[in-house]
């Protein structure tokens, strides 16, 4: 085979390989179009509790680390300010609006270490489960940067109601 050849094949399998990662993602968002994205503003009451810069990892099925949800706003690694009010976990990426998961629905904040697009040293990650509708928990995995990841999920527990269970 010549050079232009293998050139040609090797284009023509990359853009294969992109046509099928393209339909599954777009079957992933078909999929994934009844779970509401919590954009929402905090209360004007809210009092700050803390706030940690951090990576906002991914959003997945509740104790399924590796099955991402295509939530608009929530799809994609990013950067984020995870702000923790007396009303709940407040998360700010760029170039998305605020996204709020309200203290009513936070069923745990515990620590991980593997999420579907990242892997850490043991305990590396916080992951918030929270009802995203009534019937539906999902976790929501974040990385503080500037804080261990013990102390983000102490900051959220104390907002979590005494009994809840995922």
Same mark, same amino acid.
């Given at each position: ?10 284009i &023509?399998?990359?853009?294969?390989l992109? &046509?099928?990662?393209t ?7 078909r ?8 954009v ?10 803390a706030?940690f810069? &951090? ?23 990013s ?9 709940g ?15 009513g ?9 593997v999420a ?7 305990? &590396?990650?916080v992951?918030?489960?929270?009802r995203?509708?009534d ?5 929501t ?25 995922a």
């Amino acid at each position: 085979m010549s050079r232009e050849g293998a050139l040609l094949l090797m284009i &023509g399998v990359a853009v294969v390989l992109l &046509g099928v990662l393209t339909w599954a993602w777009m079957r992933r968002v078909r999929r994934d179009a009844g779970l509401p994205a919590p954009v929402g503003e905090l209360p004007s009451g809210a009092r700050e509790l803390a706030r940690f810069p &951090g990576l906002y990892v991914a959003t997945t099925r509740h104790d399924q680390p590796l099955e991402r949800l295509a939530i608009r706003g929530l799809g994609f690694r990013s950067r984020a300010e995870i702000i923790v009010t007396d009303a709940g976990v407040a998360l700010d990426l760029p170039g998305q609006p605020r996204m709020l998961l309200p203290a009513g629905r936070l069923v745990d904040a515990a620590l991980a270490t593997v999420a579907i697009d990242r892997v850490v040293e043991r305990d &590396g990650l916080v992951r918030v489960s929270w009802r995203i509708d009534d019937d539906t928990v999902v976790d929501t995995f974040l990385r503080p940067q500037d804080a261990s990841a013990r102390s983000l999920a102490d900051a959220i527990r104390p907002l979590l109601p005494t009994g809840s269970d995922a």
